[in-house]
Nanobody
């Protein structure tokens, strides 16, 4: 059974940092891609970052480029999202998901999702 569990969310002030982690199981980690996505209240889900474990390549959404960094640890089967210079607009529930390949930060082809972790950035 494919499982993804997010952790690391919380409350932080504007300009602060958080590190999210996605723990995975149930699939061949090195043959898949892991994406991070977020959904704010009243808004559609949007892609944040994605990493192809097969190639080590990464993709970022324009709104997070330069502030967020995605990284993968094959031995621990985790994918982290380091977030810096956080803004109130980054407030959302953050999800990780698994697919075969990243297509930018598109979400449509991701088949299994975690339950999400709340990130709140206060002004």
């Amino acid at each position: 059974e494919v499982q993804l569990v997010e952790s690391g969310g919380g409350l932080v002030q504007t300009g602060g940092s958080l590190r999210l982690s996605c723990a995975t199981s149930g699939f061949t980690f090195d043959d898949h891609a892991i994406g991070w996505f977020r959904q704010a209240p009243g808004k559609e889900r949007e892609g944040v970052a994605c990493i192809n474990n097969s190639y080590g390549s990464t993709s970022y959404a324009d709104v997070t480029k330069g502030r967020f960094t995605i990284s993968s640890d094959s031995a621990r089967r985790t994918v982290d999202l380091q977030m810096t210079s956080l803004e109130p607009e980054d407030t959302a529930i953050y999800y990780c998901a698994v697919s075969i390949l990243c297509i930018g930060t598109e979400a449509a082809h991701f088949r299994s999702w975690g339950q999400g972790t709340q990130v709140t950035v206060s002004s």
